[in-house]
């Protein structure tokens, strides 16, 4: 069973490295499980497309007899980090533009164990 508030509060932690303004968690199959998240979003929409990517970026990977080990996407006013937050779930996390994705993921990788005990 998720334990959503566990969840959430290792979340909070995340927000506070390297640049991160939001972190949520969605199952492997888009469901919203916790953390924060844009105002003015449809949050399951939004949970459930990063869950598309995840997949068609494993698919590409996987073709080329490789592992993915991120997905980034950059706009014009931020970007999202997609990694996996465990076996279970995605690791979400809106980053400023002038933040390096590959720092902000070392610095919350030691949270994913944490995270996992929870899903």
């Known amino acids: 069973m998720v334990d959503a508030a566990a969840l959430e509060s290792i979340l909070k932690e995340v927000e506070h490295n390297e640049g991160v303004h ?14 924060s998240f ?10 459930s497309m990063f869950a ?12 080329t007899r490789d592992v993915l080990d991120s997905v980034v996407i950059r ?5 999202y980090l997609i990694v996996h937050g465990g076996r279970k ?10 933040n390096d994705p590959l720092k902000a993921k070392q610095a919350v990788e030691k ?6 005990e929870h899903l």
């Open 89 to 98: 779930a995605l690791l979400v996390m809106r980053l400023g533009l002038g």
């Open 22 to 35: 939001e972190a949520m968690l969605v199952s492997l199959a888009g469901t919203y499980l916790a953390g």
């Open 111 to 116: 949270y994913i164990p944490r995270i996992e």
């Open 38 to 47: 844009p105002k003015g979003v449809h949050v399951d929409t939004f949970g």
């Open 75 to 79: 706009s014009k006013a931020s970007q």
């Open 52 to 63: 598309v990517l995840i997949g068609s970026a494993e698919t590409v990977t996987s073709e």
